[in-house]
C-alpha cells in the first residue's frame, strides 16, 4: 500500500511540474503542421499522378 501512495504522490509531484505551451506556440505549431502535411500531400499527389501518367504510358 506504501508504493501505491508513494507512486500517487509522485505522479502528483510530476504534474506541478508541467509547462503547458502558450496559446500563441500551439497556433503557430497547428499552422505548421497544416502547412507541412499539405506540401506532402501535394507532393504525394505529383509523384503519384507522374508514376500513374507513366503507367498508362508504358502499358
Same mark, same amino acid.
Request: no cysteine; charged share 20%; hydrophobic share 60%.
Given at each position: 500500500?506504501?508504493? =501505491?501512495?508513494?507512486? +500517487?504522490? !509522485?505522479?502528483?509531484?510530476?504534474? *506541478?511540474?508541467? %509547462?503547458?505551451?502558450?496559446?500563441?506556440?500551439?497556433?503557430?505549431?497547428? =499552422?505548421?503542421?497544416? +502547412?507541412? !502535411?499539405?506540401?506532402?500531400?501535394? *507532393?504525394?499527389? %505529383?509523384?503519384?499522378s507522374?508514376?500513374?501518367?507513366?503507367?498508362?504510358? =508504358?502499358?
Amino acid at each position: 500500500m506504501k508504493k =501505491i501512495l508513494d507512486y +500517487i504522490k !509522485s505522479v502528483r509531484g510530476e504534474w *506541478f511540474k508541467i %509547462v503547458w505551451p502558450s496559446r500563441d506556440t500551439v497556433i503557430r505549431a497547428t =499552422i505548421m503542421i497544416l +502547412i507541412f !502535411s499539405g506540401l506532402a500531400a501535394l *507532393f504525394f499527389f %505529383v509523384v503519384d499522378s507522374g508514376l500513374n501518367a507513366l503507367m498508362g504510358w =508504358i502499358f
